[in-house]
């Protein structure tokens, strides 16, 4: 297993590189280094201008990315080491990156089956399952099923999707995100989703990150907290 700082690199690299398949799926280039992942243009609803891969990544070079003019500029600092209230910047939120070793036993039987979206009729019903903003047309666009690491997971009853992910495949791990669920528990969709990843992509870790209750669900189906994150929006 890496050592903790590795592993919140890996996560935060396998995060970025989601976000900068979100971004083409929109038409729009980010630019991926050693230190950083930026789009010098706004990036979708929800989605950072820029995500921190080393400690080392520096406000000014970060600012110098991205474009902090217009409202609504947001950088994920992915080691929580970053200060941006000089430049404008408030913290949005804190979170913890979580890791599920690939080894590790699965946490259920795999009763209920969750499948990959297939078409954009099917993505249209999965992104109104997970719209909590109204923002289902604005982010979750047909394009992004031509992502080949990208796959978007749903829990479907009948024609309605009632939890839903989005699976990011890197070399060796799943990066898992936009997590959601009615009706059942949070530790309930945390066990059968991660069953349906080890399953379908077996030899695989997971990573990813979350907060409160999804974070205490995440660690009850044998993820660890590897590290914190914080999140930055220019106030003005």
Known sequence: MMERDGLVRA??????SWCDAMCRSHGIAGRLDATMWA????????????????????????????????????VKDSFGCLDLSGAGFGVLFEAQWMYRPADRPLPVSLERVWT????????????????RNQLADSVFRPELLA??????????????VVAGAVVHRSETMTGLSNLFYSSIAPQD?????????ARLWP?????????????????????????ALRVWLALT
């Not at 706004?42 to 217009?70: F, G, K, N, Q, W």
């Not at 992502?147 to 309605?160: A, P």
């Open 189 to 197: 969709a945390w066990a059968e989703c991660s069953t349906t990843i």
């Open 116 to 131: 990959p979206v297939n078409n954009a009729d099917e993505l249209a019903v999965w992104a109104t399952a997970w719209d």
């Open 147 to 160: 992502e080949e690491s990208v796959s978007v997971l749903g829990r479907w009853v009948g024609d309605q």
């Open 39 to 74: 789009s010098g243009c706004r990036t979708p609803p929800l989605y950072p201008d820029a995500v921190t891969l080393s400690p080392h990544a520096s406000a000014e070079d970060i600012l110098a990315r991205i474009d902090h003019e217009m409202p609504g500029a947001s």
């Open 11 to 16: 996560a935060a690299r396998n995060n970025a």
């Open 203 to 227: 030899g695989r870790s997971i990573v990813g990150y979350e907060r409160g209750q999804d974070l205490a669900a995440a660690v009850r189906n044998g993820c660890s907290s590897i590290g």
